[in-house]
């Protein structure tokens, strides 16, 4: 079974800073999918980014990017520029190839933008 | 296109009680998956339905529960003779894609429905 770990339960940083959440996952199967996503205070979760095993470039999306480092399972994700509005709940989350497609998460890191 | 929804938002229920959760997923969507996500946690698979056919069940989903997708468009999960331990948020995603197909497809949430039982 897939496990995935997310070490930092919380974490701040001021506006426009750079910020690291980490994540670490364990799977025996060399093909899956990684995935960011965001779960603001009473909202739902929306994808933030998402990484394919297969390819080697880390994948970016705005300010958001992503350090993937599959022999070390890690997957780790950078804002940069951090607004007020990235005040959530991160959670990393991996998924298989096959057509289960069932997503496993991780604990989730609540990060506060502050001013 | 207004997104997965979710019916009702909040749920205060009785223990023994049987409550029963409602999710629209977006129309053009052959996938449905229900989570579970209790206080400090991420969010746990409980089943996933491709079309109308339940093709995965968590060891998560006890005997009283029970999820239908009946023809295919929205998905009802019913939780029996509820305990203090089903208290959590109730999660539906929905996502595109045909059977026997790999994809990377994004999940799409719902709002959640929060379940309180006293």
């Known amino acids: 079974a897939q496990t995935v770990t997310q070490s930092q339960p919380e974490m701040s940083v001021q506006e426009a800073e750079t910020v690291t959440l980490s994540c670490t996952y364990d799977t025996s199967e060399s093909n899956y999918y990684l995935f960011w996503y965001k779960q603001p205070p009473s909202r739902q979760m929306i994808l933030v980014i998402r990484q394919e095993a297969y390819k080697q470039q880390n994948a970016t999306e705005n300010r958001f990017s992503v350090n993937f480092q599959k022999a070390a399972k890690s997957f780790s994700l950078k804002i940069s520029d951090s607004q007020l509005g990235d005040t959530a709940m991160y959670f990393c989350?991996?998924?298989?190839?096959?057509?289960?497609?069932?997503?496993?998460f991780g604990t989730g890191t609540r990060l506060q933008v502050t001013l | 296109d207004t997104g997965v929804s979710q019916n009702p938002r909040h749920k205060i229920t009785k223990r023994g009680q049987n409550v029963t959760f409602r999710c629209d997923p977006i129309?053009?969507?052959?996938?449905l998956y229900w989570y579970r996500q209790t206080l400090g946690q991420g969010p746990e698979f409980l089943t996933y339905?491709?079309?109308?056919?339940?093709?995965?069940k968590s060891r998560l989903l006890s005997d009283r529960f029970s999820a239908e997708r009946p023809k295919g468009s929205f998905s009802t999960l019913e939780i029996q003779r509820t305990e203090q331990g089903d208290s959590a948020m109730y999660l539906c995603a929905s996502s595109p894609g045909v059977a026997g197909e790999q994809s990377s497809y994004e999940q799409y949430f719902g709002p959640g429905t929060r379940l309180t039982v006293t």
């Open positions: 339905f491709q079309n109308e056919a339940q093709l995965e």
């Open positions: 129309s053009e969507h052959n996938r």
């Open positions: 989350a991996f998924r298989n190839t096959g057509t289960a497609s069932k997503l496993t």
